[in-house]
């Protein structure tokens, strides 16, 4: 029984990409996650990037050319087989964000304890900062949420399964709740209430946005335990000091038994 060892992060599309991307490539160089998964890396030189910063996660999966599909990126020290990346549907309104391609990095990897698959999304973001049922985005969310849930669906009950990323999605929304509750999946951080997005002046009091969920193999359980990192400024290699993204990273320790 192995404890394995998660990070999901969105690391922010704007800004002195490269600079804090090498920073964040070095941090998971030294740390021990064992997988880690990435929101808005969107071009593939960015990926490289990160990889070249962060050697010991041999094994690295992301779609596209020059622009990544969905701006996903996963990095496993275990190796990764079949791979595919599905896009949700472009429901209006028509809004710069269908650039990005929205959708979820589905993967097999293959743990020490055996076969695992990591879903990776990113969901369409509320502009309204609105979860009501009626909101406009929170209609483009139950329809990203319905593919995701076929997706799940569809996955082999034998094999765990483990959901991570910016669901843009509070963890007492409606829409949340009644797609953890349809798929089977457990939240590991439930009844947390910090942010995992950073709060500013202009948001005082953002809601969690990034989740961990866990559905376990049949005749299994799959447990653990979660917190935030990279909630502090981080120096860069020209010596400022920089926030590594707008999110702050989730970890997991999650433990798969019989």
């Known amino acids: 029984m192995t404890a394995l060892r998660l990070l999901t992060m969105n690391t922010l599309f704007t800004g002195d990409v490269p600079a804090r991307l090498r920073a964040l490539g070095a941090a998971l160089e030294r740390s021990d996650h064992d997988i880690v998964c990435l929101q808005e890396v969107m071009f593939r030189r960015h990926a490289r990037l990160i990889r070249r910063a962060a050697p010991a996660y041999r094994h690295v999966a992301c779609s596209g050319g020059v ?144 989740h961990i969920l866990v559905r376990a193999a049949a005749g299994e359980t799959l447990t653990g335990d979660a917190d935030l990192v990279f909630q502090d400024k981080v120096t860069l290699s020209d010596g400022r000091q920089a926030h590594l993204s707008d999110h702050y990273g989730v970890r997991a320790r999650l433990i798969r038994s019989t």
């Open 67 to 210: 622009l990544l599909k969905g701006g996903l990126v996963l990095l496993s020290r275990w190796p990764i087989g079949r791979r595919r990346f599905v896009p949700y549907p472009m429901t209006g309104p028509v809004r710069g964000e269908f650039l990005m391609r929205k959708g979820a990095q589905v993967a097999s990897i293959a743990t020490p304890d055996g076969e695992l698959v990591l879903v990776n999304t990113h969901l369409s973001a509320n502009r309204d900062d609105d979860w009501a049922p009626t909101n406009r985005y929170t209609r483009i969310a139950r329809a990203e949420l319905a593919r995701l849930d076929g997706l799940i669906a569809a996955i082999d009950p034998s094999v765990p399964v483990v959901v991570v990323g910016d669901l843009n999605l509070p963890r007492d929304s409606a829409a949340l709740i009644d797609f953890v509750s349809a798929t089977g999946l457990t939240d590991v951080l439930a009844g947390d209430t910090r942010p995992t997005y950073r709060p500013t002046p202009r948001w005082p009091s953002p809601p969690a946005l990034d």
